[in-house]
């Protein structure tokens, strides 16, 4: 049986919590503070898990903020502010997977592997729809390591050959964004040419064998983390708003 499910990512350590979107939780953007709005032109303060139109509180979450030297969305490294590393930028390739607001996980009673996985934020009506009077920034951090000093993987999703964010703007044509194929437990599978996980694969008794497998490597689970960041163009609060992630699996 396949299923795919939504943690969310809490601050000071590794810790998560089940997100159940079938229940109508959800993530929610907010300024200083939960219920406080976010201005017109600018991103997020705080992020947390909410209900479906944002007034219930629940925990707070990591928090990753759309930065970019020169406000280039585009511009090669593209930053995050990442609140529980202080209020410096971060190049976007040192981003640990573990300070993302979100880890979606996809898991089968048996190994297989992923693929064709996408993303689109849209308005909970129409996938072709975007959402209503917001822009999201989206980024897939591919950085197993709690250090960020050190790089991401070098398995990415395909297409992506810069560490930028991916931009969902009512303004533009709506289009997938691209993640990580067969990205694995924890998402640590990556390339046979990538040493980066070298150590930690020995420290934790890991196959390296079986997590450079890239594309091809199968699993009973695969987990994607993901940076978001959310500016509002209109007042008012932003419920016609989700995230849609499917993949292919054999």
Not at 78 to 99: F, Q, R
Not at 102 to 116: A, G
């Amino acid at each position: 049986m396949a299923e795919i499910k939504f943690y969310a990512n809490l601050p000071g350590g590794n810790s998560q919590t089940l997100i159940d979107h079938t229940q109508n939780s959800g993530i929610g953007f907010y300024g200083s503070s939960f219920g406080v709005s976010v201005p017109i032109g600018q991103v997020q303060s705080t992020t947390y898990v909410t209900n479906a139109n944002g007034s219930a509180q629940g925990l707070a979450l990591n928090n990753t903020q759309y930065a970019n030297d020169n406000d280039n969305r585009n511009q090669a490294p593209g930053k995050a502010v990442a609140d529980t590393i202080g209020s410096s930028p971060l190049n976007l390739n040192n981003l640990p997977n573990h300070l993302c607001p979100l880890n979606v996980r996809f898991t089968h009673t048996e190994s297989v592997r992923v693929q064709n996985c996408k993303l689109r934020i849209f308005d909970r009506n129409d996938i072709n729809n975007h959402a209503s009077g917001v822009v999201t920034y989206v980024y897939e951090a591919r950085h197993p390591l709690t250090s960020h000093t050190v790089s991401n993987l070098s398995h990415k999703a395909p297409g992506r050959t810069s560490d930028t964010w991916v931009v969902f703007d009512p303004t533009l044509a709506m289009a997938d964004m691209a993640f990580t194929n067969s990205p694995g437990t924890s998402g640590l599978n990556t390339l046979s040419t990538d040493t980066s996980l070298d150590s930690y694969y020995a420290a934790n008794g890991i196959s390296s064998t079986d997590y450079k497998l890239g594309a091809a490597h199968r699993s009973l689970r695969h987990d994607w983390y993901m940076a978001l960041s959310s500016e509002p163009i209109t007042i008012g609060s932003k419920t016609q708003y989700g995230l849609y992630f499917s993949v292919e699996y054999l």
